[in-house]
Structures are given as structure tokens and as C-alpha cells.
């Protein structure tokens, strides 16, 4: 198993960036499919971003539509630590952000994720 924590979430305006990062520990990091999920209170945990690996050295890169354009999602192996970049938010953007680690090739579910972190809290005021 890996365990994963997510730091970076807090307070911003709208328009602003903020960086999201999910520090892994445990098993080899490199392996997995690696996500970014969010849920608004009210709301159901929804799809943001994923890493896939594909072969040794490269990774697929899957966007939710409303993140295309305004995240980017990367991946240290060396340092076990996955990134969510997030520019231009917007107030819809406020939900408790959740990094998982599941089995390639999978990745859009959240049932295709067998680890999860505790959440991060990002607030994004007008």
C-alpha cells in the first residue's frame, strides 16, 4: 500500500493560483495511476486530473473539461510527490481536494483508486 498526504489548499480570490501537492510514502510511487479528485459540499467526489504511467519513462495526462486549460497535474517519482497546479480559479473551484493512487490504466473513478489522502481545503472567494 502507499499512504498519501495532500498539503497546499487555504483561502484565495478568485483569478488567483495555488499548488496542491500529495506527498506518497510506502510502496514504489511510480507505478500507479495517480489522481486528483475534488468534492463541493453537497456534491459527490468528481474527477479532476490523473497521471497514468505508460512505459518506463512516460505518463498519459487526463484532464476533467473543467480543469483543461487551467490545471496541470505532474508527478516527482524521485521524490514520491504528485502536484496540482491550479491557475485562474474560480469560486466553483472551492471543494476538498483528495489525491488517490490507483492500478494503471485506469483512472476516472473513484473506484479505480484503491488509496486516498485526507483532503486538502481550497476556497476560492469572489
Known amino acids: 500500500q502507499v499512504q498519501l498526504v495532500e498539503s497546499g489548499g487555504r483561502l484565495v480570490q478568485a483569478g488567483e493560483s495555488l499548488r496542491l501537492s500529495c506527498a506518497a510514502s510506502g510502496r514504489t510511487f511510480s507505478g500507479y495511476t495517480m489522481g486528483w479528485f475534488r468534492q463541493a459540499p453537497g456534491k459527490e467526489r468528481e474527477f479532476v486530473a490523473a497521471?497514468?504511467?505508460?512505459?518506463?519513462?512516460?505518463?498519459?495526462?487526463y484532464y476533467a473539461e473543467s480543469a483543461k486549460g487551467r490545471f496541470t497535474i505532474s508527478r516527482d517519482n524521485a521524490k514520491n510527490t504528485m502536484y496540482l497546479q491550479m491557475n485562474s480559479l474560480k469560486p466553483e473551484d472551492t471543494a476538498v481536494y483528495y489525491c488517490g493512487a490507483g492500478t494503471p490504466p485506469r483512472y476516472q473513478r473513484t473506484y479505480d483508486y484503491d488509496q486516498w489522502g485526507q483532503g486538502t481545503l481550497v476556497t476560492v472567494s469572489s
Open positions: 497521471s497514468v504511467p505508460a512505459g518506463r519513462w512516460n505518463e498519459d495526462l
